[in-house]
Every structure is written in C-alpha cells, then in structure tokens.
C-alpha cells in the first residue's frame, strides 16, 4: 500500500478516476447524482423561454424559474443537463451540416443516426438546427433541407419520446442573406422555428448610418410574415439579442446620426460588418463613462449611446435593454407566440455585484410578458 501512495503512484487512483468517469460519460451511463435525471424530458410548457449556452459555468447564475429550453453551443457539460433536468428544462445539441453534402439521402441519414445516438449517450432531449447558408429557392438543397428537417424530426421523435426538434431562421422569410429556405415546410416538419431577429443591419441598402440591430417596427412586420405564408404562431419562438453593435462614426452630427465605413455584404453597399458586437455587460460597463448615458430611439423604438475612445473617436453603440426586450415580448403574447428566447444567455454579468445583479435580473424579467 506504501508504495501506491507515493510518488507517481500517488497519481493512480485520480487517473483511474477521471478514466471510470470517462467511460461511464461516453458509455451512456448517468452522470447525474439522481439516475432520474439522466431521462428526457417530455411535455410542452405554456410559453417557451428558449436560452442558447455558448459554454462556461455562467449557467450555475441563469434565472431557472422561467427557462424550457437551452441549446448547447458550447462545450457539453453535463453537470449543465443534470441541473436543467432536476428544473424541468430541456437540454438540446446543436446541429449543423453542409447543405451541399445533404442532397445525397445516405449523408442525411448517416448525419442524423450521428446526432441520435450523441443525444442517447449525453442524455439530452433534442437538438436545434442552426444551419446558416445560402440556399437557392428551388434548388436541390432548398428541398434537402426540408428533408432533413422532416426526417430528424421524425427520427428524434422516435427513438427519444418527448424529444424536441427546432430550426433557426432569419428574422425575415425575405432570402435574408440568400437564406431562401422553405419556412412553410420546416416549420411544418419540426417542433417550432426560432427567429433570429437580431442582425438585422448584416444588409443596409440606404446610407450608411448606424441603426438598432433589431428596430421594433422592423422586428415584428417579419413576424406577421411569416405568419402570413401560413406558419402557425404557436410554431414561433421570437429571438432577442442580448449583444449590441459598436459602430466607429465616421462623423457624427448632433442630430446623433453616426456615418460608417462602406463594408459591403452580399451585395449591399454597407453592413452591420462596419461595427463590432458587444455583449450587454459590456455595453454597460461603458455608460458612466459615455458622453450620452443611455439614450432612446423613438422611431426605432431601441436604446443607444455614444462615447469617445482614447483616440478621440467617437462611436456609437445600439443595443436592446429591458425596455426594447419588453415591448417585444408584449408582443409575443398579443401574437399569441410560442415563446422567446435570445442569443446568447452569457452576454450578461454574473459577477455579482449589486448593479450587475440589478441589470442582469431585469434582463431576464423583461423575457416575460407582462
């Protein structure tokens, strides 16, 4: 026994440790303290709080009283899984593939036995497609993606009951960024679509100025789009951003119009591309020493400000806050929505500092309607 205690035996029993626990990770086994914990989660909540984790252990400070869903988008964790399923939240992968490649039938269902099979063995409850490319209305891939849709759908369904499949896609049904996709048929195929209604400058066809990310009016005339080509409301989960746009001002006059870089996308004269995203904690950190405080956009119904850099440049910052996020999810509710969600849960600060803790809550507390 003395000589497994010392030296680089004294290493044995961790390694041994950490391999039983790999093993019992990728074997499928329970991580979780409660083997109840390890089942999926089944049922539908009266409205969807859908959160995308882009990995960290900023989730141990979400607020779980309203969160059903979140999509892993970073590294799996699963003490994560544990803890969302002793709250009644689904876990989800996520998914992504070359549309190219899933013309061919073999790739698709290949790629979906893949995904199944990864779900069985981290015990999670689903998976969110989140495939962002280019498709031609009509093409090969235009119908191969509503394939996919459909058939992971029908798969996941079957081989984990309860299970939930969902797709993202643009905040407009218009070939946002050449998404031609067939929003009536994937909707149709899944669980519900997520719209991401945020970057909604990645094409700026007038002058180049800086605007909010996701304006009001503009956000929810793509809802009634959408809802118009015949998607079911119940079938909609609204996205929000919890980032902004930093944009340098070429000029910036007392009107507060800020001009920007010419930085073409996809045809467009200027983008969005011009600025930089900012997650909200930082934003905020730069309001005391801004030269405005938080201003607010009637037209466009979204908050700004702007401050001087250590260059003397001025920039000016749109983002959305509780009040913006607010008016949306009264929105969601008169919409008769199935819920809203937003990108990404870590953007906030967890650090716990009083004005932190005050921001961050009211961040969360604006996700619900009131």
């Known amino acids: 026994m003395e000589g497994l205690l010392s030296g680089a035996g004294a290493r044995l029993p961790v390694a041994l440790l950490l391999l039983i626990s790999h093993l019992r990770l990728s074997s499928g086994a329970c991580p979780c303290e409660d083997p109840a914990l390890c089942n999926p989660i089944s049922g539908a909540r009266d409205f969807e709080v859908f959160i995308f984790d882009i990995g960290g252990q900023a989730w141990k400070f979400y607020d779980w009283s309203h969160i059903t869903t979140v999509a892993i988008f970073g590294k799996y964790d699963p003490e994560l ?26 790739v698709r269902a290949a790629w979906i036995k893949e995904k199944v099979d990864l779900a069985k063995r981290q015990h999670l409850d689903g998976i969110n497609i989140d495939i962002e490319q280019e498709v031609a209305k009509s093409s090969p891939e235009y119908y191969a993606l509503t394939d996919l849709v459909k058939e992971t759908t029908e798969a996941f369904h079957r081989e984990i009951p309860g299970s939930q499949v969902t797709f993202d896609v643009a905040w407009s049904p218009d070939c946002i960024d050449k998404r031609c996709y067939n929003y009536t048929g994937i909707a149709e195929s899944c669980d519900f679509v997520f719209v991401m209604s945020y970057d909604e400058q990645s094409q700026v066809w007038s ?69 930089r995203q900012r997650p909200y904690k930082v934003i905020m950190d730069l309001v005391n020493s801004s030269i405005s405080g938080i ?76």
């Not at 009001?216 to 980032?243: A, C, F, L, Q, S």
């Not at 700004?304 to 910052?317: P, R, S």
């Not at 008169?334 to 009211?362: F, H, P, V």
């Open 81 to 106: 899984m544990c803890y969302a399923h002793s709250r009644g939240a689904r876990v989800v992968l996520k998914g992504d593939i070359s549309v190219k490649s899933i013309v061919d039938p073999a």
């Open 207 to 275: 002058e180049c100025i800086a605007r909010a990310n996701a304006p009001y009016n503009h956000t929810i005339m793509e809802y009634e789009k959408y809802i118009h080509m015949g998607i079911n409301p119940k079938k909609i989960v609204m996205g929000v951003p919890w980032y902004g746009y930093d944009y340098t001002c070429l000029g910036l006059i007392k009107a507060h119009v800020c001009s920007i870089a010419k930085v073409p996308f996809r045809g467009a004269p200027c983008s969005d591309a011009a600025g």
């Open 295 to 370: 201003l607010w956009d009637e037209e466009q119904e979204a908050p700004y400000l702007e401050y001087k850099d250590g260059h003397g440049v001025f920039h000016q910052v749109w983002f959305d806050n509780p009040r913006s996020i607010s008016l949306k999810a009264a929105y969601v509710k008169k919409l008769g929505l199935r819920g809203i969600g937003m990108w990404n849960a870590d953007c906030l600060n967890y650090s716990g500092g009083s004005l932190a803790q005050e921001q961050t809550a009211a961040m969360w507390a604006a996700l619900i309607p009131k």
